[in-house]
């Protein structure tokens, strides 16, 4: 089976899936070095700060050249095609800082209500590694399939890793304990016909 394949069912039957150390090194180091407001959307409300202060989102500009290797990547677009199964696009492109001593995030959807399974993605490029007490996501495998099988799971991996997952899987990060932020870049794509 290919690593294409392999991801997209672990995508089907378990709401997520990680390809380790996806990103080259060189582009992994040119991100981390760019300030994020040279890659922001200039659109007032385009950084945002969660209620409890645990995180902060900045909306980035999906044409700046450096960001094409992270939604143009050729494993995520195919394993996005095949578990969404139609014609897709990038809906959004943020980056996403969990603060030293962040609790943990409330589990939700990324979806309303009812979305339902396979109909839309979403990915997170770790640009720390995720660990087990830095704020890693955690995943409730088979949620969105109403089929919660076992508990939560992290999704841990070395800096570079990409994770993707239906947005229908109940998830979120996990508490903060270390002295750094975890910082990512995280994306998601929608169909294009209804
Ligand atoms: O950054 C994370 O670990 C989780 C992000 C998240 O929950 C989301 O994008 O909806």
Known sequence: MSEADQLADDIIVNGF???ESRLGVSVLDRLRCIPTEQLASSAV???RTSSDGGNARVRLMPD????????????LLTVTARVLRNPFALKYLQSRTVHSGSACQTLHMDCDVGTGAGKLLAFIWMLDSFDTNNGATQFIPGSHRSSPAGPPMLAIGPAGSLIIYDRAVLHGYTPNQSNADRRSIQGGFDPTAP
Do not use: E, K, N, Y
Not at 64 to 75: A, E, F, G, M
């Open 64 to 75: 700046c050249p450096d960001l094409w290797p992270l939604h143009q990547d050729q494993l």
């Open 45 to 47: 409300g385009a950084t």
């Open 17 to 19: 899936a990680i390809a």
